[in-house]
Structures are given as structure tokens and as C-alpha cells.
């Protein structure tokens, strides 16, 4: 049981760049979100999903997508990156909304 | 807009010594709660939930004070290895998940 699995740990783009963050977890959770850590910010909430096919936003949606074909997975696309998207970014899991979340281990993403 | 407010620290404590940190949420119809620890550059991981009656889990104790809208946690006799940042996190009851707070960094002194 592998939990919830995030890659790349390390990116470094440039600006106007896109990319795609994975997650995914083998808990058999419907609910995974996504969220970003800036110093002094704390965790912000960027999408969420209740279940396969089933998308929302969160708190800092703007330059983001995300999709929910199966249970597992939960990628996050970067459209044209910025400076701003500079940041920590960890994906969440849980069995459902009321439920504490386990995080994957993050990845570190530096745009220049 | 849901708030969920700490103080950011640090608290510094001398190894063996009690050290509790509180946290204020604002949404009154907020349904669960916990407390996570976070290492530096690694996840938050999960550190206890607290429920309405509180509960203790070896030398950490939660306790929920919904009257005046925080929850509190007790480190006793506290390890070098308690040094971390704790996260105060709250569920609004919306699909939209936690708000966490900015957490409040503990470190503890030989």
C-alpha cells in the first residue's frame, strides 16, 4: 500500500512552460484535492474532486486544471506557467469530505 | 470566508516541559477537526482528531471548546523530536474540504 504517490519531486520550468503534476493513491478514496504551501501563506486549497468524473475549485483555481477519470489518479496541469505558481505543491486523499486527508510528499516546483 | 488562525511562534521549550498551543476558527457550523504535524520540507501528516468530548493520545491531548470556537493541543513532556510545525485544521461542512491554518512552530531545546 503505496498511499498517495506524487511526481516529480523537483521541476523547474520556465515562464510560458506547461506541465503536469501526477497523484495518485490506492486507498480507494473518492475525495483528492490539491494544494499549494507558500511561506506565510499556509496550504491553499487549488482544485478538489468527490469522485471519478467530478471536479471543483478550490480557493486558487486560476492557472490550473485538473481531471478525475478513475478512482486513482488526479493529475494537475499547469496551462503557461508563472513566477507566482513558484511553490510547494501536495496532493490530499481521503474516504470522503468529513475525513481527515493523507498527503502525498510534494513536489518542489521553481518557475523561472 | 472560513478562518482558522494560530499563532505562528515559535515557541521555544526546554526538553521535558509541558507546552500547549490554541486555535481559533471562525465558521460555527464547522463538523470535524484535527491536528497535524509538519517536518520541515515534508508533508503534513495526520497527528490526532479531535472530538467534542476531547481525547488524548499518549503525551498529546486535544480538547474542543466549540462555545467559544477553538480547539487547543497539550504536548507533556515534550522530545526533541516534537520539533515541528503544527497545523490546526478544521472541516466547514462543504465539499471543499480542510482550512488549515498557517500552523505554529514548536521547538524543542536540549
Known amino acids: 500500500n503505496a498511499g498517495v504517490t506524487q511526481t516529480p519531486k523537483f521541476q523547474v520550468l520556465k515562464t510560458g512552460q506547461s506541465m503536469t503534476l501526477q497523484c495518485a493513491q490506492d486507498?480507494?478514496?473518492?475525495?483528492m484535492s490539491w494544494y499549494r504551501q507558500d511561506p506565510g501563506m499556509g496550504l491553499r486549497l487549488i482544485h478538489y474532486?468527490?469522485?471519478?468524473?467530478?471536479?471543483d475549485q478550490g480557493e486558487v483555481p486560476n492557472g490550473y486544471n485538473v481531471s478525475r477519470s478513475t478512482t486513482e489518479d488526479f493529475p494537475l496541469r499547469l496551462l503557461s506557467a508563472a513566477p507566482s505558481q513558484t511553490s510547494v505543491y501536495f496532493c490530499?486523499?481521503?474516504?470522503?469530505?468529513?475525513?481527515?486527508?493523507?498527503f502525498g510528499p510534494g513536489t518542489r516546483l521553481t518557475v523561472t | 470566508r472560513k478562518e482558522v488562525e494560530q499563532d505562528p511562534g515559535p515557541f521555544n521549550v526546554p526538553e521535558g516541559a509541558t507546552v500547549a498551543f490554541n486555535c481559533t476558527y471562525s465558521?460555527?457550523?464547522?463538523?470535524?477537526f484535527f491536528w497535524y504535524r509538519q517536518d520541515c520540507r515534508k508533508e503534513p501528516k495526520l497527528l490526532m482528531s479531535?472530538?467534542?468530548s476531547g481525547n488524548e493520545d499518549g503525551r498529546f491531548t486535544a480538547q474542543l471548546n466549540r462555545a467559544s470556537q477553538y480547539i487547543s493541543l497539550l504536548i507533556r513532556d515534550s522530545k526533541l523530536s516534537d520539533s515541528a510545525t503544527y497545523l490546526c485544521?478544521?472541516?466547514?461542512?462543504?465539499?471543499?474540504?480542510?482550512?488549515f491554518g498557517k500552523g505554529t512552530h514548536l521547538i524543542i531545546q536540549p
Open positions: 465558521n460555527s457550523a464547522s463538523q470535524s
Open positions: 486507498m480507494n478514496h473518492e475525495y
Open positions: 485544521v478544521v472541516l466547514g461542512g462543504g465539499a471543499d474540504g480542510l482550512t
Open positions: 474532486s468527490v469522485g471519478a468524473g467530478i471536479t
Open positions: 490530499a486523499s481521503s474516504y470522503g469530505t468529513v475525513n481527515e486527508q493523507y
Open positions: 479531535v472530538y467534542s
